[in-house]
């Protein structure tokens, strides 16, 4: 009786069911990915939403650990396979689109630190502006035969990378080479690749650089400037002009609204209430 019942109050579209509060929040299909979709069945679809308000507060709020920070984030994503199937560098990819899409429009600010001269600066970018490493093989897996034993390479798994956060095993190169490979268990694929030898370490190596894709570092150019004596004692002032190397899709460069537009705000806001 009672499941009849609450059926019935369900909302009848076939939209997944949602909170309230998350009814009016837009869902962004992704249509370029680093991966070029090669990690997933044919005709995958991903889709984000942007932070809301409170989650952006809860999140500055708390200190929350690599694994909960990631599993926070996947949160505002959907995927029509096993989310954990998502690749790694997908992922970081997304949760960029992701931070910037929180604050309207596609426009982005970060700070930095000038490499050369220390001078601190701040460069606002658009989305068009993101550039990207492309997964480039023809197909998935990549497979390698070391001591006999058949290894079949795929993108790292955001699944497997909060395993290894897990088992603290991250920093080892050996567990992440082994996180890769889809045809053993991680131990078993551990002990396959340490054992390698001669020309096998090169080709690890090489299978290893063909998995790599994501975002690029952004150049910045630094546009700190210092006065100084020029050859006839006079003062001349010098340009840093340093390209600087950011990487806006690791998780500590924050992104956040590009605030030079504050009169659109301004006309939003009623003042008073008649
Ligand atoms: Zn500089």
Do not use: W
């Amino acid at each position: 009786m009672r499941v009849q019942q609450v059926k019935k109050d369900l909302p009848k579209d076939k939209e997944p069911v949602r909170g309230d509060r998350e009814k009016f929040i837009p869902e962004i299909q992704v249509k370029i990915l680093p991966s070029k979709f090669l990690s997933y069945p044919p005709n995958s679809s991903i889709s984000y939403r942007p932070y809301i308000f409170g989650e952006l507060i809860e999140f500055n709020e708390s200190k929350l650990s690599e694994v909960d920070i990631i599993k926070f984030i996947l949160k505002g994503i959907t995927t029509s396979f096993p989310i954990m199937d998502l690749t790694y560098f997908d992922y970081m990819f997304i949760s960029l689109l992701r931070k910037i899409s929180s604050f309207g429009g596609n426009q982005f600010s970060f700070d930095f630190s000038c490499a050369k001269c220390g001078a601190d600066g701040k460069h606002t970018a658009t989305i068009d502006n993101i550039d990207f490493v492309e997964l480039d093989v023809p197909k998935l897996p990549l497979v390698i035969t070391i001591a006999k034993t058949e290894l079949h390479f795929s993108p790292l798994t955001v699944g497997n990378y909060l395993k290894l956060l897990e088992l603290k095993r991250v920093d080892k190169r050996i567990s992440l080479y082994a996180a890769e490979v889809v045809n053993l268990e991680q131990d078993e694929a551990e002990k396959v690749i340490y054992g390698a030898i001669g020309e096998d370490q090169a080709l690890l190596n090489y299978v290893d650089e063909m998995l790599y894709f994501g975002v690029k570092p952004m150049t910045v150019k630094c546009r700190a400037e210092k006065q100084e004596l020029g050859d006839n004692n006079l003062m001349q002032t010098l340009r840093c002009d340093f390209e600087n190397k950011v990487e806006i899709g690791s998780p500590e460069v924050l992104t956040r609204p590009f605030r030079t537009d504050r009169e659109s705000l301004r006309n939003r806001v009623r003042f008073g209430v008649s």
